[in-house]
């Protein structure tokens, strides 16, 4: 949908390693959002950015890192995964009419 | 900051019930606002946005900018509306440099 995905579909890491999520879109949208989705908590903001190398923080940003080095990859890196990362992650980026999801990275820290 | 709140976690009704859905806005701008929805284990989708002023799904929001709320409200609700309902802003123009906070979201569920 909206040429936008996700990598991996399902992960399973152990405490402590570190993890790495790809988003990637085929439409040269400019921003670009990591959100993690809990219960209870809805949709929360980890990082975004706004182009190539620009990026800011969201609320949730404790614990994860991202790069953006062209336009449609925006990695989010969890340098060393705890179980409280144990969440479904969606990437989305914004066009004229809102946002466009990816079908989320289901990741469980063990 | 701009940020949306949704009251309620939960709503649950039978079939062909009404059905609103809660959400308020506080806003420093023109608020630009949409409903997304979120069927079992999918991603979510756009539902509605209140520039539009579509019906979907037989799904409507007004803006009511003197109550700051844009709740989304269904007739005669069905099976197949169960699902999770986020409302979410726009800061300003599409793509906004700001930080973008949903709703906590809520769960509608339809019993037949």
């Known amino acids: 949908d909206a040429g936008i995905t996700q990598s991996p579909r399902h992960k399973v890491t152990e405490t402590g390693t570190p993890v790495t999520l790809r988003c990637h879109q085929t439409?040269?949208?400019?921003?670009m959002y990591w959100y993690r989705q809990d219960p209870g908590h809805g949709l929360r903001l980890i990082h975004y950015?706004?182009?190539?190398?620009?990026?800011d923080k969201g609320e949730v940003s404790d614990g994860y890192s991202v790069s953006r080095s062209k336009t449609e990859d925006f990695l989010l890196t969890l340098e060393s995964a705890t179980s409280s990362q144990t969440s479904v992650y969606f990437c989305?980026?914004?066009?004229?009419?809102?946002?466009?999801f990816g079908s989320g990275t289901r990741l469980t820290v063990v | 900051a701009q940020r949306v709140t949704q009251p309620e976690k939960l709503l649950s009704v039978f079939k062909g019930a009404p059905v609103e859905l809660k959400c308020n806005y506080s806003?420093?701008?023109?608020?630009?606002l949409f409903w997304y929805v979120q069927y079992s284990r999918q991603r979510l989708q756009l539902l509605l946005r209140?520039?539009s002023r579509e019906s979907i799904k037989g799904f409507t929001a007004d803006l009511n900018k003197g109550e700051t709320s844009f709740h989304l409200k269904k007739p005669f609700a069905q099976e197949e509306d169960s699902a999770m309902y986020y409302c979410?802003?726009?800061?300003?123009?599409?793509?906004?440099?700001?930080?973008?906070?949903f709703g906590k979201g809520i769960t509608l569920s339809v019993r037949p």
């Open positions: 989305a980026i914004i066009g004229t009419y809102g946002y466009t």
């Open positions: 439409e040269n949208h400019r921003y």
């Open positions: 950015s706004y182009g190539v190398k620009d990026t």
């Open positions: 806003y420093s701008g023109s608020p630009e």
């Open positions: 209140h520039i």
């Open positions: 979410a802003p726009l800061g300003g123009r599409a793509g906004a440099n700001s930080k973008l906070t």
